[in-house]
C-alpha cells in the first residue's frame, strides 16, 4: 500500500500540545502502517477515557480536554485515524472504508490491553467508536458522547451533512486551518494551523477527502448493518452510565441529530447543552471534562 508519513518537525511546538506520540506498527489488519495515539497518566488507572476524533481533525482535538483527566488520576489515550494526525496516510482514497477504520480501532484496544474505558467519541469518533462497545462489552464503563451521529443508512441524510458533503467534493485540497477558524473562532491563528500540521501537501488529505463518502447513505452502504446493530445494542444492552454533550451551533450534527442519537442510549441523562459551542465541542472541552468525571463516576458496570 502506497503511504506517506508526515514529518515529525510537522508537530514541533502546536501550541497547547506536548504529548509525548507513542506509535503501533503491527496490527493485523494494517500491516506496515504506523498508528500514532496519546496515551497520558498512570497505566494501571482505575479507568481510561478512549478519546476518538473526527474529520478533519486529529488527537490534538482532545488537548483541553486530557489535562482534566489526567489531572483526576486517570489514563487518556487518542489514537490518529489512519490518514489522520501523526499516524500513516495510505495515498489511494480506495484504501480507506468504514471497515478499515473500525478494525484497526479495535485492534488498537486489544492491543493495548485497554480496559474500564470511557468512550469519548464526537463526528466520526462516534459513527466508528459507537459501534466499538458490542464488540467487546466488558472492556467499556461509560460514554461520552458529543455531536455525532450512527450511520444506519435506513434514514435520510439531513441536508447540513448534504451541503457539507458537497462543499467536501468541491474542496479535495481543503484549507483545514481556514475551516476550524471559522467554524470555532475563538482559536487563534496559530491553533487552527496545528490542526493542518499533518497535511503538508493535498497528498496527504485522501482520508480527509474520503470520509464525508463514507457515510452510510443507503441500507447497503459499508458500516450501515454495524451501526444498525450498534443502535440496537445502545438502545437494549447498554447499561453504564452515560453524559451527552451538545454543541447547540452545530449546523450538521447539531441539536436534531443529537436529540434523536439520545433516544437511542438507553438511561442517557438529560444532555448538557453547550450554546456557544459548535460541531467541534472538545474546544469548549474543560467543562464538558469535568461534567464527565462527575457524570461518569457512579456505576462501574459496563453493559449487559
Not at 484496544?109 to 468512550?119: K, Q, S
Not at 466488558?138 to 435520510?156: E, I, S
Not at 470555532?184 to 493542518?196: D, G, K, R
Not at 442519537?261 to 448538557?272: D, G, S, T, V, Y
Request: hydrophobic share 40%; with cysteine; proline share 9%.
Amino acid at each position: 500500500m502506497d503511504t506517506l508519513r508526515t514529518p515529525d518537525s510537522r508537530f514541533d511546538n502546536l501550541p497547547g500540545y506536548d504529548f509525548a506520540p507513542h506509535y503501533c506498527e503491527d496490527l493485523p489488519s494494517t500491516p506496515g502502517l504506523r498508528v500514532h495515539y496519546l496515551d497520558e497518566g498512570p497505566r494501571d488507572a482505575e479507568v481510561t477515557w478512549l478519546c476518538l476524533h473526527g474529520q478533519p481533525t486529529w488527537s490534538y482535538l482532545y488537548r483541553r480536554m486530557i489535562p482534566v483527566f489526567v489531572a483526576a488520576g486517570q489514563r487518556v489515550v487518542a489514537p490518529d485515524f489512519l490518514g489522520f494526525g501523526r499516524s500513516d496516510k495510505p495515498l489511494h482514497e480506495a484504501a480507506y472504508s468504514f471497515d478499515f477504520h473500525r478494525q484497526m480501532l479495535i485492534e488498537l484496544v486489544d492491543r493495548l490491553a485497554l480496559e474500564r474505558i470511557r468512550l469519548v467519541c464526537q463526528d466520526w469518533g462516534g459513527l466508528i467508536g459507537l459501534t466499538l462497545p458490542m464488540a467487546a462489552p466488558q472492556r467499556y464503563a461509560g460514554l461520552l458522547v458529543m455531536n455525532t451521529a450512527l450511520g444506519t443508512g435506513d434514514l435520510p441524510l439531513g441536508d447540513g451533512f448534504l451541503a457539507w458533503r458537497a462543499y467536501a467534493r468541491s474542496q479535495p485540497d481543503l484549507d483545514i486551518a481556514a475551516l476550524m477558524k471559522r467554524s470555532t473562532p475563538h482559536l487563534s491563528i496559530a491553533e487552527a494551523q496545528a490542526y493542518a500540521a499533518p497535511f503538508p501537501d493535498v497528498r496527504y488529505k485522501a482520508g480527509v477527502r474520503r470520509f464525508p463518502e463514507l457515510v452510510p447513505d443507503h441500507p447497503e452502504a459499508g458500516g450501515a448493518a454495524i451501526s444498525r446493530a450498534a443502535r440496537d445494542w445502545w438502545r437494549a444492552s447498554w447499561s453504564g452510565p452515560s453524559l451527552m454533550a451538545i454543541g447547540m451551533q452545530d449546523p450538521v450534527l447539531g441539536p436534531p441529530a443529537m436529540r434523536y442519537l439520545h433516544q437511542q442510549i438507553r438511561h442517557c441523562p438529560p444532555p448538557l447543552e453547550l450554546a456557544e459551542a459548535g460541531h467541534f465541542v472538545q474546544e469548549w472541552g474543560e467543562p464538558v471534562a469535568r461534567a464527565a468525571l462527575v457524570a461518569l463516576s457512579g456505576r462501574s458496570g459496563a453493559a449487559g
